[in-house]
């Protein structure tokens, strides 16, 4: 047997006044921690491929610790540490975009050492051999072809990163999933609420992912 | 930060029980969920990534389906599907206990990524073993049974060694619904006894062994189903 459901109530109203304030806030901190887990995890793919034991190690350690505990805890552990460390308590909006954006450089890093392991060694030697400086190299030569190589991994990457948002439900930030269910229970109608976002999400998701692989198909064609 | 204060584990929790015993449990229950929906994945996901391989337009459409969805939901709204919305619709599975609608969400939410991989293992397999099967008489199924899976699921071993890690830290999103484990006991306790940082670390750290504790049988698995002179089975 089934009970009826009733969307009736999500009116444009409910959805400019719970909804779109998080979505807004869950786009926001995809494309920071996108933006600035990719600048932080080349910088700690670069540290770990360096050679030198003092980089390769404080890199190491912090992708692989990071990758080791779960999400949530550490959403949890920087909610708790960032107040004691600045000394005055901090919102869980601005928490959860440090944390996420700390949490996915070590993510992003993984990826993008893969993609400077993807350009062959001669290139680097051989713009060695004309002169160039390591960081003409890296710039010039390995990184532009190591974002291109791993640029729809990088995007797959944002869209796992795009559903792990939703965990900020642990500090109780207002994210896109809190919207729904703020609408859900003011409505008192939370089965409907919580279907919406599954669709919505759904969605979003399914749309970037196909999106990604016809990127995937141009860039295989062009090398 | 004050000092470190350890003993907090051996105070009371009002319940009965210290702070330890509560902990101990809490792990008991992640790795409850883990093992449990670790079975459901291992089992939905290898059934749906063999779906995609056959020659039926059908069955490859179902099991791309099935992949879709479970793939491109966040793993919280899952739960909450499961815990919120799949009883109220069939009200047959009202009194189904959480933890069961838990392992059903993160089952089939881990089933997805393991489906990718088992096809992914199947394909990696020439295509002339599958002609090799079928030409010496054996039905699909048995071509399957014999011929394809054996070789396919020692292929996928590693990556299906990081998923089980990875349903290990997943199980933390039980939380939302009041299971009582790990992630739940850290932030009750961290509330109940403003112990944070030595709260969290514990758990930390029984998430840590916990994963490194899966990471070995699995490598262990992997070293008995070795086959001598095939991929990685250097004996």
Redesign the interface.
Known sequence: ???A?DFSFLNWNVVSNFILKGLIFSTQLTVIAMLGGIAIGTALALMRLSGIKWLVMPAAFYVNTLR??????VI??FF??IP?LIGRPMGAELSAIITFTIFEAAYYSEIMRAGIQSVPKGQVYAGYAVGMTYKQCMQLIVLPQAFRNMLPVLLTQTIILF??T??V??IGAYDL?KGFEVAGKNFNR??ET??T??VV??II??GL?MLVRQLQKKIAIIR | ?GKWDWQVFLQDTGGGRTYLEWLMSAWGWTLSVAILSLIVALIVGSLMGILRTTPSKLLVAIGECWT??F????????I??WY??IP????VLRGLPSIILVVFALGFFTSARISEQVKAGIQALPKGQRYAGLAMGLTLPQTYRYVLLPMAFRIVIPPLTSES?NI??????A??VSIAEL?MF??QA?EETSR??EV?LA??GL??IS?FAINRVAMFIEHRVQVPGMIGGGK
């Open positions: 047997m089934m009970t459901l080791s505990i779960p999400l949530v805890m949890l552990w708790l540490l004691l559903q792990d939703s965990l439900y642990a999933l939370p089965v919580y279907l976002a599954a999400y759904f998701c399914f992912s | 930060m879709e969805l793939r491109n939901i966040p793993l919280l709204v899952q909450f599907l919120h919305v109220s619709i069939f009200l890690m290990v830290k997943n199980s933390s999103v939380f939302a992630t850290a932030m961290q944070g940082i969290y758990v930390t998430y840590f994963a």
